[in-house]
């Protein structure tokens, strides 16, 4: 009897032990806490957040491994290094240690099947990755695409995978609205805008071929004037993107827009995309309101006439301006049920929402059910700027930018301001 | 150390004005009579910056992070009034660098603004924001145009 009791005493604190030691081992699986301050952000009630990281720099997109190191790519090269590796050495979920490689700004950085693809303003790169979810050799990336077209504007080259082996890589239009003059008020529209032969679009290629450009890759979808936020849905088995819609109705045809209106529409939209759609930029936008594809004003349009029918409708149209630099489709099992296979979207802040005041700046958080949008988003990540005069002024102390997903279902936003990287997590049980 | 140089340049720009106005006392009366129109043309600048700037320029003059530069205490605000006005006249589509950060939006040509306006809208821009250098008038503005 005696030793039978001693032994089931045993068995729950060898348990313990090996829970503890299991959790040394694996930071991603022990739960964090929390900043006191949340890290400055306002959450649904149950989340907290943590500053995982901070002044890394012009933090752009980011990645997670599943032992909860951190890939941060930079938009500039901070001492010579455009790609960051933080890990944290005691698992507390403050990375306290930092390398750096890749001597190039970009936007793009994105971990699948082994590898860590990155992308420049003008390439795509990737790193083999060993055991650990490491890159083996900083120094000796695969080049997978050169040549992209990079001008003073949209010149970020966002990328996702997808489970088939092609990397989809944005190529962002070099132009508002295709104007013969860009931005010049009055100025029309260029006739079958020679733009979207090189840009305007998403261009698939393949993950493991060297040095492909334009003629090695497809163009996927056309009529998309800009997109740094996109995504894999694993549930649809398809690509969605979040398009930054163009700017200036009200300075570039000011007889027609107020500026009032100039500084909520068009929409910034989601599109899920198949081979071979058109978004419709920039003969079209879509006005959330009225809800209708409206011919842009370059293109005869008078904010209410209706233009290519054959554009496809976007999935979610939000308000204009705010800049959708991130999109991530929950996965986990760490948050509330209904969050499961929802979309995250990460907006970077309005600038030409100007006289009125700025919006966006927070992460939004929009249902999903059986892989279509339902139902209203809702404002999930707020409190970046630092003050809702800082918000209406734009002068933000820190602008959300990338998203990324922990193994253990911690959602990660980048700030390309100051470099903080937040950890959102669920505390409740 | 951009910073400090440009607020090098814009103290040395403050001092020679004051330097100026302080060398020619029979001015000050001059200066005095001519303030109406002064803050006619101000105000007249403020509309024109409204109208054809704010936007992106912002209603601080901060600009927009990566793409708009700013135009507060800038060598090329407070510098040379011709590139200045050439600048307006003609657009800005190069990559530029300013305190270490690199602005890279395409600026439209404003040649449709009056040389006037342009004066106006430029004088305002170079004493708001924080910065204080002189006027631009309007031969200023017709010389950068012409070239006479």
Known sequence: MKSKVVFSSIVPMLAVAGMLWYGAGKHNNTMVSADAD??????????????AAENTGKARHISITPAGDIYVKLARPKEGKGILFLHDTNGDGKMDETQGFGNYGGTGMYIKDGYLYASSNSEVFRYKLNDKQQVIDPNAPEKIVTGLIEKNQHETKSLVLDNAGNVYVNVGAYSNSCQEKDRTPGSMGQKGCPILDSAGGIWQFKAN?????????????????????LDWNQQDNQLFVMQHGRDQLHDLFPAMYTTQQSSIYPAECMYALKKGDNAGWPYIYYDQDQKKKILAPEYGGDSK????????????????????NGLLFYTGSQFPEKYKNGAFIAFHGSWNRAPEPQAGFFVVFQPFKDGK?????????????????KTASGRADHKPCGLAQGQDGSLYVSDDVKGTIYRIVYNKK | MKRYTLLF?????AVATYTTAQKSPAKKPVAAKVKPAAAASLANGKLVYTQNCLTCHQADGGGVSNMNPPLIKTTYVLGDKLR???????????KVEIDGEI??????????????????????????????????????????????
Request: glycine letters at 12%; proline letters at 6%; zero cysteines.
């Open chain 1, 38 to 51: 949340n890290a400055g952000l306002k959450l649904p009630a149950g989340f907290g957040a943590l500053r």
């Open chain 1, 373 to 389: 949008p339902f139902g209203q988003y809702e404002v999930f990540a707020d409190g970046f700027t630092g003050s809702p005069e």
């Open chain 2, 103 to 148: 602005y890279s939006n395409i600026m439209p040509s404003l040649n449709y603004l009056s040389n006037q306006q342009i004066a106006d809208v430029l004088t305002y821009v170079r004493s708001n924001f924080g910065n204080k250098a002189s006027a631009v008038t309007v031969a200023e503005v017709s010389k950068a145009r012409t070239g006479k």
């Open chain 2, 9 to 13: 340049l814009a103290g040395l720009t």
């Open chain 2, 84 to 94: 200045l006005a050439k600048i307006i006249l003609n657009g800005f589509s190069e």
């Open chain 1, 209 to 229: 071929k060297l040095n492909q450009t334009y003629g090695d890759g497809i163009r996927y979808a056309t009529g998309l004037r800009n997109v740094v936020g």
């Open chain 1, 305 to 324: 006439k209706e233009g290519m029918p054959e554009a496809i409708t976007p999935a979610v149209a939000f308000p204009g301006h705010m800049a959708p």
